[in-house]
């Protein structure tokens, strides 16, 4: 499996602000993406980030709140952007890195308060 | 439309017993996947088992089983002789064939008791 870490593991944010966050992974991988997991709730995914091409972003998520940067085959960063109290959760990165079965694999999460 | 229902909001078992979580699942699609992870209370999501749907036997990984009953669409996961460090939330996953995104259940919290 791939390892995958994520910057910052947590943070504690005000309203109307931005934070990026960043996930790294150990090898080189075509397809990232994004969840959300809102507080007691399960994943939900935010958007799919492939190498040289936008985002694609699932119902409900959009491209001003949510921008994904995807340089190179290792690296993709997460803006939550004009934060509210609504926004506070957690955010986790994986990607696919299994053969045959596709598994996706997830990195540690950045648990995001905003106040 | 994809759906994935885990009824039990909490499960409390004994230390060394054994556990079903269960899953039930709904797609359209005949060829998919089924995957569980484990969330500890420090947020990270560990990849437990997966079983694909033309799998004819039921997935196992060490203490981890699935049982795959395909006509009832369930997969519920077996943790045998669970441990302490087992107390954590559970989700079961699916994908279809072709679509990349994982529609995740509600979840279950599992507490071992000692």
């Known amino acids: 499996s791939a390892v995958i870490s994520q910057k910052p593991s947590r943070d504690i944010c005000q309203r109307g602000t931005s934070l990026t966050i960043q996930c790294q992974v150990d090898?080189?991988?075509?397809?990232m993406f994004w969840y959300r997991q809102q507080p007691g709730q399960s994943l939900t995914l935010i958007a799919t980030a492939n190498q040289g091409s936008e985002a694609t972003y699932e119902s409900g998520f959009v491209i001003d709140k949510f921008p994904i940067s995807r340089p190179n085959l290792t690296f993709s960063t997460l803006t939550v952007s004009n934060m509210s109290p609504e926004d506070s959760s957690i955010y986790l990165c994986?990607?696919?890195?299994?053969?045959?079965?596709?598994?996706?694999?997830f990195g540690p999460g950045t648990r995001l308060t905003v106040l | 439309a994809q759906k994935i229902t885990q009824t039990q909001p909490g499960m409390f078992v004994q230390e060394k017993e054994a556990v079903t979580l269960d899953c039930t699942y709904d797609?359209?699609?005949?060829?998919?996947?089924l995957f569980w992870y484990k969330q500890p209370s420090s947020g990270e999501m560990i990849f437990l088992i997966y079983?694909?749907?033309?799998?004819?036997q039921n997935a196992t990984e060490g203490r981890y089983s699935l049982n795959f009953q395909k006509a009832r669409k369930s997969a519920n996961l077996v943790i045998s002789a669970s441990q302490l460090g087992d107390s954590a939330m559970y989700f079961c996953a699916m994908r279809d064939e072709g679509a990349q995104k994982l529609v995740f259940g509600q979840g279950t919290r599992l507490t071992i008791n000692p």
């Open positions: 090898s080189q991988v075509t397809m």
């Open positions: 079983q694909g749907s033309y799998d004819q």
């Open positions: 994986s990607v696919e890195h299994g053969g045959l079965t596709d598994t996706q694999y």
């Open positions: 797609t359209s699609d005949p060829s998919y996947g």
